[in-house]
């Protein structure tokens, strides 16, 4: 009796296993087996929604599953962002998005809310691309370069206007960063978006205001503004001559408006893998790569540990410059 009750029990425990490893390489398998929703948390037409819309496309050929670009833009990406961290954990609801995830919830702690999302409620997949800023003034300002800026600003201290897209956004915690390094303190204007923030150096309401290369370019080419600074670790391909925050000097002012893929926090592991290799495989398609290059976007490709590492650095930088800025009612 007890021989046959082990002899049960053994066959049970097989049976489960090999279930369990079948179901695994299904699940491997399988997935995707019908249309991946992709939320972007900005409006349309922005660098997030292109690199989303970018990158659906190339996934399309290696899934045979269309690759749906949702935006639900709203409090900053908030409400986007918030739609995946409660999604369900299948993988077939993503998150592609940008330093905000990181940013946003340390302001709201900074004014004692409770943030409505954490970088911990996502298991990150992969960077697709790291674009520093520029800053760029009106091309008949009086400076040439960033030393002859700064040299002025200290001179006129919160008296040098400067636009961003917000409060505490991707185009005011660079400003913030560098400030702080090159010891100056400038007057901040934030406006309602990247748009209205450039227009407002065209029009000469303010100085100095912060873009990514794609938007700025342009500008910059038709004589409109002037390039002074870059936050990459080295200098941007289209702008050789124009030097980088680290080369002045400036300690722990490197900064980039990075798009990422995520996925909620409890997709299963096998998933992840298969998702990750998959994206590798994406951004190496040359339409992925004509697209980014028309967008003017540096792709930089990073999985696993590589994009966790840059995460956390970036998150530390971002976390020290919100604290330096305070709260601004």
Known sequence: MQNTRLFTSFCTFIFCTLVFINSSSF?????????????????????????????????????????????????GGAIGIQAVANATPDGYTLLVTAPALLSMPESDRLFGKTPSF???????????SADPVLFVVKADAPWKTFEEFVAYAKKNPDKVPYSSSGNYSNLHLPVE?????????????????????????????VAMTAGVPG?????????NMRALLTTGAKRHPQFPDIPTALELGYKNAEFYLWVGLFAPVKTPENLTLK??????????????????????????YRDGK????????????????????????
């Open 27 to 75: 699940a491997q398998t399988d997935f995707p087996n019908k249309p991946i929703n992709l939320i972007s948390p900005y409006p349309p037409g922005g660098a997030v929604d292109q690199a989303a819309r970018s990158i659906g496309q190339s996934l399309f050929k290696i899934w045979n599953q269309p690759v749906v670009v949702n935006t639900k833009p709203g409090a």
């Open 118 to 128: 954490d970088r911990s409620q996502f298991t990150p997949l992969a960077l697709l």
């Open 177 to 205: 960063m560098i400030a702080n390094a090159a010891g100056i303190k400038l007057q901040h204007i934030p406006y309602s978006g990247g748009g209205p923030s450039l227009t407002a150096v065209l029009g000469g309401q």
């Open 215 to 223: 938007v700025v370019v342009p500008q910059v080419k038709a004589g």
């Open 275 to 300: 998702m990750r290799k998959d994206i590798g495989r994406a951004v190496q398609d040359p339409e992925y790569v004509l697209s980014s290059e028309k967008m003017g976007v540096l792709i930089d």
């Open 306 to 329: 590589d994009f966790d590492d840059f995460l956390n650095k970036d998150q530390e930088r971002l976390t020290n410059t919100i604290k330096r800025i305070g709260k601004i009612e």
